[in-house]
């Protein structure tokens, strides 16, 4: 096993690399840092294998790797460990995963016999390839900080949304009311409610199977006469969403928002939200959004940047400032 970069405690200048998997949340990071994006091959073989190749030199440097793990995961992932593996193996002085949406966040628990921890494995797998330090944006859940042994900077991207919502939403709703879309999300829920300054209800959602389909089951709390801010950390398939949006609905909620982080948006998800009974769509680019699916949300569809934000944590931990600070924390 080779040293650890992080032991040399040495760091030089700031180096931003870009996978493939979102060149523009890259470059729109490096822009607000006012940095170039390094140069560097990715090549994939006849055979399948990815080969990557630095341009130049990142010895004794502060390495940033930009590089989100949405579809196709495999690859994006597989892509991610490979370029840790030849920063490190180049004598990065500390190199920092910036992933901002995880994958396999959602396999996170051994919640039934003979299955795999996956988001732990993925964990371990960064953390092997050379990483040094971690960047996201809200995972599914918070033990996944426990399942990597390096520092992290475990963010939220829920600040920029509830800004968003309390300037642009807020002061035109009746009655408002944020409902989570699952229980497991009460919490991070309760934050954007108080955030927003509105009282809160849960839908108590269950998986029957190990595939993409939820039942949305009961409303707690009251939506009657009142507009709606469905809240989630992503959106998938859209199955949870749409049975949320529909139960709410019959439980008489007036206008409904939508509210997510990462529009992971697999399968036929674009076409299923475009169909419901929403008035505004609200979310990041954590994941790429080809245009087509854009299209079919048109303009009740609003993606919030979280370059800006990315980009401040990262000159924050080159200069070895305080991130909790921009939280007020
Ligand atoms: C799951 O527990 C998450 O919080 C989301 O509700 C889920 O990932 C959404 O998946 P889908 O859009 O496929 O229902």
């Known amino acids: 096993m080779l040293p650890r970069s992080h032991e040399m405690r040495v760091y ?30 990715i090549v994939l073989f006849p055979n399948d294998n990815l080969f990557v190749k630095l341009h130049g030199s990142v010895r004794g ?35 920092t995963a910036v992933i901002p949406y995880l994958c396999y966040g959602r396999s996170d628990k051994k919640d039934q016999p003979r299955i795999p921890i996956t988001s732990r494995l993925v964990a371990d797998m960064i953390e092997v390839a050379g990483a040094d330090r971690y960047m996201t944006l809200d995972p599914h859940a918070g033990q996944v900080q426990g399942f990597f042994s390096i520092p992290g900077d475990v963010l939220t991207a829920s600040h920029l949304i509830t800004d968003y919502v309390n300037q642009n939403i807020r002061p035109d709703l009746t009655d408002p009311v944020v409902v989570t879309v699952d229980l497991g999300y009460a919490k991070k829920g309760r934050n954007i409610a108080s955030d927003i ?33 469905l809240v989630d ?82 000159r924050r931990a080159h200069e070895g ?9």
Do not use: W
Request: proline share 5%; charged share 25%; aromatic share 4%.
């Open 12 to 41: 030089g200048g700031i180096k931003l690399y870009a996978g493939t998997s979102f060149p523009d949340l890259a470059q729109k990071i490096a822009d607000h840092l006012g940095e170039e994006l390094c140069g560097r091959d």
């Open 61 to 95: 440097q502060d390495v940033y790797v930009i590089q989100t793990t949405s579809a196709p995961v495999q690859r994006n992932l597989m892509e991610l460990l490979i370029m840790l593996q030849t920063l490190r193996l180049d004598s990065a002085a500390r190199i």
């Open 197 to 229: 300054d509105v009282p809160i209800a849960f839908i108590e959602k269950r998986r029957a199977a190990n595939d993409a389909s939820a039942e949305a089951l009961t409303i707690i709390g009251s939506v009657k006469d009142r507009d709606v801010i």
């Open 233 to 314: 950390d992503e959106i998938d398939t859209g199955g949870s969403a749409a049975q949320a949006v529909h139960l709410v609905k019959e439980g008489g909620a007036r206008r409904v928002y939508v509210v997510f982080v990462h529009p992971v948006f697999s399968a036929n998800a674009a076409e299923r939200l475009a169909a419901l009974p929403v008035t505004k769509f609200i979310t990041t680019d954590t994941v790429p959004l080809p245009p087509e699916k854009r299209a079919l949300l048109g303009d009740r569809l609003t993606v919030i940047s979280v370059a800006p934000l990315l980009g401040e944590v990262i």
């Open 321 to 329: 400032r305080s991130v909790g600070e921009m939280f007020n924390e």
